[in-house]
């Protein structure tokens, strides 16, 4: 007499779930994120992408207009998933100075991110071709962290922990200081990304700076 199968091996009847258009969303977006940074935006095929997803490429146009609004959707959801990782809330039981730079450690964590640094390697390199996607990466990435670091300020303006005027401004200069020199190193000459405990020395190194100044006793500027 036949056995007959236990619950475990019987093979569930009907249609395999169906994947819902945001699964399919995060899984193409994960794959133009590591296709844009190897192979360029140029050489990224929507049909290979479309493929690896294991979707059709009419669902893939469906999904995203278009490789431009593909890539745009890719960094908006790479940069939103690394500014919410971004604590800028102050510590109001320590010393102003400590709490910048903790608050510049959390801005060059998003700024100096491997993957962030090579978007932005790429993206330069087809400005020129593709004049859109240099507009884009600066707002969902550069104006994007600076807003938020400027929102920080303010807030130390209101509790009367600093003094300044033009909020937006300074933070633009104190974003310039904490990275722009190892972003154009690693960009422009390959240089290796700076560590945690550079970037830490930096952070303190920058705040000193911007709170104290660097005048000398009886200088003149």
């Known amino acids: 007499m036949a056995q007959t199968k236990s619950s475990s091996e019987v093979r569930p ?7 819902s258009d945001e699964e399919t969303k995060r899984i193409v977006l994960e794959a133009a994120r590591h296709a844009f940074a190897v192979d360029g935006y ?10 690896g997803a294991g979707i059709s490429t009419k ?26 990782d971004v604590n800028l809330q102050a510590n109001n039981q320590a010393d102003i100075e400590t709490n910048l730079a903790a608050v510049l450690v959390a801005c060059a964590d998003l700024a100096l991110d491997p993957e962030v640094v090579a978007l932005q390697r790429m993206v330069l390199q087809q400005s020129a071709t ?3 996607l240099a507009a884009n990466f600066y707002r969902d990435g550069i104006a994007r ?12 303006v209101r509790k009367k922990r600093l003094a300044l005027g033009n909020v937006d401004e300074a933070a633009g200069m104190m974003i310039g200081m904490m990275v722009s020199a190892p972003q ?9 990304l700076p560590s945690r405990k550079e970037i830490e020395r930096r952070a303190k190194a920058c705040a000193a700076i911007l ?6 006793s009886g200088g003149r500027l």
């Open 211 to 216: 709170l104290d100044g660097c005048r000398a």
């Open 184 to 192: 154009r190193a690693a960009i422009y000459a390959s240089v290796t």
């Open 145 to 156: 962290t600076a807003a938020a670091l400027a929102g920080w300020l303010r807030d130390q």
């Open 130 to 132: 593709f004049p859109d």
């Open 42 to 51: 140029a050489a990224t095929s929507t049909e290979e992408l479309a493929r």
């Open 13 to 19: 009847r009907g249609r395999p779930p169906v994947r």
């Open 59 to 84: 669902t893939l146009y469906r999904l995203f207009p278009g490789k431009a609004a593909l890539f745009e959707a890719m960094c908006a959801d790479r940069l939103e998933r690394l500014l919410s």
